[in-house]
């Protein structure tokens, strides 16, 4: 059984920063390739960022990138979001995926176990 915690969210204005976390339990975390999706109210969830099981490689959105930073402790078995220049349009309930499809130009989900994310809400 796998459990996933998502914590760090909270309400910012914008310009502000954020750094949210992800930790899961019940899988061999540094064998899987992670990211974080995110969804608001009448929106699919929508893929943000996204590593590697070694942490070589990442994708990013190209509305987030520049200003995310995706990194992963495998000791820890932990899941880092660095949110710089938050801006209203980056509101959104985030969740931390434990198993992604990760390419040069995308980054899908894989049968990821959900935990039950945390709120972001950045206001102008």
């Known amino acids: 059984q796998v459990q996933v915690v998502e914590s760090g969210g909270g309400l910012v204005q914008a310009g502000g920063s954020l750094r949210l976390s992800c930790t899961a339990s019940?899988?061999?975390?540094?064998?899987?390739?992670m990211g974080w999706f995110r969804q608001s109210p009448g929106k699919e969830r929508e893929g943000v960022a996204c590593i590697s099981w070694r942490g070589t490689s990442t994708y990013y959105a190209d509305t987030v990138k520049g200003r995310f930073t995706i990194s992963r402790d495998n000791a820890k078995n932990t899941l880092y979001l660095q949110m710089n220049s938050l801006q209203p349009e980056d509101t959104a309930m985030y969740y931390c995926?434990?198993?992604?499809?990760?390419?040069?130009?995308?980054?899908?989900?894989?049968?990821?176990?959900w935990g039950q994310g945390t709120q972001v809400t950045v206001s102008s």
């Open positions: 995926a434990t198993n992604v499809a990760l390419g040069y130009n995308y980054c899908s989900d894989s049968s990821s176990s």
């Open positions: 019940g899988l061999r975390f540094a064998s899987y390739s």
